[in-house]
């Protein structure tokens, strides 16, 4: 999976933040706010990972539990396709 170009984050006023620009500006002009998970979350996915790599990721970063962090990924997961953030 990896996030559409046009997508940055970036910190407004020490709030982490997704913002579109360019053409995706066209599609999605508004603003998303992230935790921190989140955006280690989006900055992964903006490389292109799959699901197992964003647990694992989060399992080696954060003390959760597997099933906690496969739920939050899988909750993300969805936020960011049904937003069409994805391709």
Do not use: H
Request: glycine share 10%; net charge negative; charged share 30%.
């Amino acid at each position: 999976m990896k996030i559409k170009d046009g997508f940055v984050v970036c910190e407004v006023s020490g709030r982490i933040v997704v913002i579109a620009t360019g053409e995706a500006s066209k599609e999605f002009n508004g603003v998303v706010a992230l935790n921190e998970t989140g955006k280690f979350m989006w900055e992964r996915l903006q490389k292109g990972c799959t699901r197992e790599e964003l647990v694992s990721g989060l399992l080696e970063n954060y003390e959760a539990t597997e099933e906690v962090v496969a739920k939050d990924v899988d909750k993300f997961l969805k936020i960011v396709q049904d937003a069409g953030f994805i391709e």
